[in-house]
């Protein structure tokens, strides 16, 4: 499996080889789902919290009478009939975190890369670097890649300061490391924009 490589100038540099023990591989609709679901799982917090009636202020006293006063009848103020009583049945904090097996894990985002690949929409970047955070530089190399206007993501080796600062106020750019690399941010973009050194980061952490 090949893709195109180009320079930061647009000019096209021949093809990059992309492994196919991650770029060639059935596609498994099944393992992504659950890759997703995940994720999207383990971004909640888990936090929310509604009070019971045991917990907001009031009770300790029936309100009136049990018969005669022609009104329903009524044992506490705290009840979730009531103004200010307690829900009934709300949310409490929990985790909402899942594990899946370290196997599944690469088959989904093996899954996920050939996916992309199969529809022609991996790009290698040669290099990347600026001498200082430059937006509008970042911009003009997207364009000159024609991936202005589409969603991309794009795939670096390793952290640098300059690059991520130059991409992040791009509405269409998001940028990870090749280390993190997860299913969800894959079919998330439209596009998969690598950079030599993160394909090579790949290549070592995913392939060996």
């Not at 499996?1 to 021949?14: H, I």
């Amino acid at each position: 499996m090949n893709a195109k490589c180009y320079t930061s100038d647009g000019s096209e540099q021949g093809t990059a080889t992309l492994p196919d023990e991650l770029f060639g591989q059935q596609v498994q609709e099944h393992l992504l789902w659950l890759a997703v679901k995940r994720y999207l799982g383990n971004q909640r917090q888990g936090t929310a919290k509604v009070k019971t009636r045991g917990e907001v202020s009031g009770g300790g006293r029936k309100p009136w009478k049990q018969k005669g006063t022609g009104r329903a009848r009524s044992g506490s103020n705290t009840s979730p009939l009531w103004p200010g009583g307690g829900r009934a049945f709300g949310p409490k904090p929990h985790d909402h975190r899942t594990e899946m097996p370290k196997g599944q894990r690469r088959q989904a985002l093996a899954s996920a890369l050939s996916l992309k690949a199969s529809e022609n929409a991996v790009v290698v970047l040669e290099a990347l670097a600026f001498a200082a955070p430059k937006t509008s530089e970042m911009a003009k190399t997207l364009e000159r890649l024609g991936l202005k206007d589409r969603r991309t993501l794009l795939v670096l080796g390793e952290a640098d300061g300059n690059v991520v600062k130059s991409c992040r106020n791009l509405p269409n750019l998001s940028t990870t490391l090749a280390h993190q690399v997860n299913p969800y941010d894959l079919l998330h973009c439209d596009m998969l924009l690598l950079t030599r050194q993160g394909l090579d980061r790949m290549k070592e952490v995913f392939v060996g």
